[in-house]
Nanobody, 124 residues
Framework: QVQLVESGGGLVQAGDSLRLSCAAS????????SGWFRQAPGKERGFVAG????????KYADSMEGRVTISRDNDKNTVDLQMNSLNTGDSAVYYC?????????????????WGQGAQVSVSS
């Protein structure tokens, strides 16, 4: 079982940048893929970005590409999400999740373990 803890959330102004980090412990074989998702009140959990632990290959949601960068540090067992040019529409709870398999998928139900989430609030 993998335990995930997100950090780095907070209140920022539109146009600011924020870096989220996800620390994993108890790595299992079912954690080849890490993904960042976000969920705003009343909305489904949506894909933001994903990364493969081995190759470092990445995938981004079309709406986020160009503004976010996902990276991993296998030695530290962390996956970070750098977000730039934030706007009020980016306000949400951001979750990191992990799954086994070979491909980065965008459906939240495909991920096996989740952190508790980090609140990101962007003011205008």
């Amino acid at each position: 079982q993998v335990q995930l803890v997100e950090s780095g959330g907070g209140l920022v102004q539109a146009g600011d940048s924020l870096r989220l980090s996800c620390a994993a412990s108890g790595r299992s074989l079912r954690s080849n893929i890490s993904g960042w998702f976000r969920q705003a009140p009343g909305k489904e959990r949506g894909f933001v970005a994903g990364i493969k632990r081995g190759t470092g290959s990445t995938k981004y949601a079309d709406s986020m590409e160009g503004r976010v960068t996902i990276s991993r540090d296998n030695d530290k067992n962390t996956v970070d999400l750098q977000m730039n040019s934030l706007n009020t529409g980016d306000s949400a709870v951001y979750y990191c999740g992990v799954r086994g398999g070979l491909e980065i998928v965008t459906m939240a139900f495909s991920y096996d373990n989740w952190g508790q989430g980090a609140q990101v609030s962007v003011s205008s």
